[in-house]
């Protein structure tokens, strides 16, 4: 793409609109950002912009541009009806997002990731698992790591490993990732989206561009049907391409197996993202076993199902980062031994209703925290036997005394923290430090 003398807007100074900037800043284009909060606030990220010779105009004033543009660069984080994206698409002969800006200004291949939930597992271990084998890999995305500044730094990989979220698949145009990985869908996002067949639809533009000799994984249940070939994976249903049952996956169409049991990751959600990677090895003509050590050995990212401590026979087990009802059942489905369940956070209105007979099977006793904690026990009526906690803390000693050798203590709150904590990440540190002053205590 070439952004020579362009007149190019970013909207948004976070990460992704600093590196947004940065890449067109580099490729000679006359660059402005704009964010329309709180000048006070962002008087960081202005000092941040002046050092790369990027002005940043911010509050009420980023709501009325005075020239024309020929791109406008939209943040996954700014919603296309909002006031600022609507002034900015007034003016600009074109509105992409950073996704698609750093996919114009690269020729390196990606295999592109989305889903409601198991992105960030999936995108970690599938770079790790590349890396093992000799590629040159990198993950980035909605990761962490925005994909134009992988761009930027002009290091030369084999492959770009990217998590997607819905909000930068809304912006893309001719993004074409030549693997591309749909892990699940369920329900969220609603204060975005009008309802959740927009956010289905934002999420299918990841196969919009697939070239005819791409590929697409798809967990089999969802259907997708998408035009290019494709491999299926589940770990509830024996028809998908890759299977899973008693510790093994399968393939089926070759008769070959791999164990998932001694693999760190646990639960049966971790197995098909386990299997969305061999079905990458496979595309890629890499040994399922050339990598089995790296993916056995592969630790998933903090607060998702993660192992914390062994207490008195007692796994404990971290999936703060559910924040929803679909990785809430994920991981309650994945489990193999009664469970005593530490659920709940701030009340966003989802009905835990619709998890009555799973947790029904699944759960030996709940603790219910934080605002929804009322809501989730009357749904829960007659099912599970709810007991509630006043926090995280109070919660872990309340399921110490329930919980017997062989069971399983996961914390996954099903929904936001934001009653209690300020992101996810801090309530599941909260959980991890004090499951571990617990285990120092036995000892």
């Known amino acids: 793409m070439d952004l020579a003398e362009k007149q190019i807007a970013v909207l948004g100074a976070g990460d992704s609109g600093y590196a947004a900037a940065a890449l067109a800043r580099a490729r000679g284009a006359k660059v402005c950002v704009f964010d329309s909060g709180d000048p006070k606030k962002l008087a960081a990220a202005t000092e941040k912009f002046r050092t790369l010779g990027v002005s940043l105009i911010c509050g009420e004033e980023a709501l009325h541009p005075s020239g024309r543009y020929d791109v406008t660069v939209v943040s996954p984080g700014i919603d296309l009806a909002w006031p600022i994206s609507q002034a900015f698409t007034a003016v600009s002969d074109e509105v992409i997002g950073e996704i698609e800006l750093a996919w114009r200004c690269s020729d390196i291949p990606v295999i592109g990731i989305t889903g409601t939930n198991g992105k960030t597992t999936t995108t970690s271990l599938i770079a790790t698992m590349l890396q093992a084998a000799g590629l040159r890999a990198v993950a980035a995305g909605n990761i962490g790591l925005p994909y134009s500044e992988v761009v930027l730094s002009a290091e030369i990989y084999d492959w770009i ?66 035009a290019s070939r494709s491999q299926t994976f589940s770990a509830f249903s024996s028809e998908a391409d890759l299977t899973y049952e008693t510790g093994e996956i399968h393939h089926r169409a070759s008769g070959r197996s791999f164990a998932f049991r001694p693999c760190v990751l646990q639960g049966k959600h971790n197995a098909e993202n386990v299997m969305a990677a061999l079905a990458v090895a496979d595309a890629l003509g890499i040994p399922w076993e050339s990598v089995a050590p790296t993916i056995t050995e592969f630790q998933a990212p903090p607060h998702r199902c993660e192992r914390i401590a062994c207490i008195d026979g007692v796994l404990y087990l971290n999936d703060s980062k559910s924040t929803n009802l679909h990785s809430l059942a994920s991981a309650l489905a994945g489990q193999d031994e009664p469970v005593i369940l530490i659920v709940g956070g701030k009340n966003k209105g989802l009905d835990f209703a619709e998890l009555r007979d799973l947790a029904g099977q699944m759960v030996r006793e709940a603790i219910c925290i934080g605002e929804i904690a009322e809501s989730i026990a009357a749904a829960w009526d007659g099912v599970v036997s709810c007991r509630f906690a006043s926090d995280v803390d109070v919660s872990i000693d309340l399921a110490r005394s329930l919980a017997r050798p062989g069971d399983i203590v996961l914390f996954s709150p099903g929904t936001s923290s934001f009653d209690m904590f300020p992101n996810y990440q801090v309530r599941g540190e909260t959980f991890r430090q004090a499951v571990l002053k617990r285990a120092e205590l036995t000892h």
């Open 161 to 226: 490993v990217l998590e997607l979220s819905s909000f930068q698949l809304e912006t893309i145009r001719t993004f074409a990732p030549r693997i591309a990985i749909w892990m699940n869908f369920a329900p969220d996002h609603m204060d975005r989206y009008h309802s959740v067949e927009d956010y289905y639809a934002a999420k299918l533009r990841i196969f919009e561009n697939l070239p005819s000799d791409g590929l697409a994984i798809h967990k089999w249940e969802c259907e997708l049907h998408p």
